[in-house]
């Protein structure tokens, strides 16, 4: 078993920046590791969507194209962090963000192949 726990979201201005963390504990070698981490986020009405995500063997990332540009995904091996530096926020960033790790490697952008999901952490971007 996997838990995952979120933290770093706030309010903000747009234009301003926010940084996520996602700590990761529990079987994560023989669980997840060498499968995607990946951040999610959902806004109230609106089905849950990707944002970014990490293949955690070999830390290629992949982005959606809201973000691409904007957005950061970076894993620490050694901490099992995987975090989120989003920049030049819009008032549409704002949902509950999600990070999620897939047991066995599939889709990125698909929910339905992550298995371990962390309760969330909200972030509020005004205009």
């Known amino acids: 078993q996997v838990s995952l726990v979120e933290s770093g979201g706030g309010s903000v201005q747009a234009g301003g920046s926010l940084r996520l963390s996602c700590a990761a504990s529990?079987?994560?070698?023989?669980?997840?590791?060498?499968?995607?981490i990946a951040w999610f986020r959902q806004a109230p009405g609106k089905e849950r969507e990707e944002v970014a995500a990490?293949?955690?063997?070999?830390?290629?990332?992949s982005y959606a194209g809201s973000v691409e540009g904007r957005f950061t995904i970076t894993q620490d091996v050694t901490k099992n962090t995987i975090d989120l530096q989003m920049s030049r926020l819009k008032p549409e960033d704002t949902a509950m963000y999600y990070c999620?790790?897939?047991?066995?490697?599939?889709?990125?952008?698909?929910?339905?192949?992550?298995?371990?999901w962390g309760q969330g952490t909200q972030v509020t971007v005004s205009s």
């Open positions: 529990g079987n994560i070698e023989s669980s997840i590791r060498g499968n995607f």
């Open positions: 990490i293949l955690t063997a070999g830390g290629a990332t």
């Open positions: 999620a790790a897939q047991e066995w490697i599939g889709a990125w952008y698909d929910p339905k192949t992550y298995k371990f």
